[in-house]
């Protein structure tokens, strides 16, 4: 079984940062792309960024220039260093893996943490 656990949500005024921290664990033979999702009250869910396991990453145009993402592979984590954060930033972040598991060699299966919270105030 694979878990992401995300961790460093909190609350900010406008212009400041964050950073997002996401750890998987469990029985990992390897990752293959990891992402950040986010959901405001009353939206879907969308894309923040993605970065592939040899460390190419893309952002949203909403966060270019402002939001990072890089990853540890040895680790197995990923993280997203937001700056100049704006109200609209506000939202439940989640990281996202595509996994091949030890146990299910046969492909790569997607993976969501629980989400942390990011509010922004003005």
């Known amino acids: 079984q694979v878990q992401l656990v995300e961790s460093g949500g909190g609350s900010v005024q406008a212009g400041g940062s964050l950073r997002l921290s996401c750890a998987a664990s469990?029985?990992?033979?390897?990752?293959?792309?990891m992402a950040w999702y986010r959901q405001a009250p009353g939206k879907q869910r969308e894309l923040v960024g993605s970065i592939t396991s040899g460390g190419r990453e893309n952002c949203v145009d909403s966060v270019k220039g402002r939001f990072t993402i890089s990853r540890d592979n040895a680790k197995n984590t990923v993280t997203l260093q937001m700056n100049s954060l704006k109200p609209e930033d506000t939202a439940v972040y989640y990281c996202y893996a595509l996994v091949k598991s030890i146990a299910s060699m046969s492909g790569f299966y997607a993976y969501w943490g629980q989400g942390t919270q990011v509010t922004v105030s003005s």
């Open positions: 469990g029985n990992i033979f390897s990752i293959g792309v």
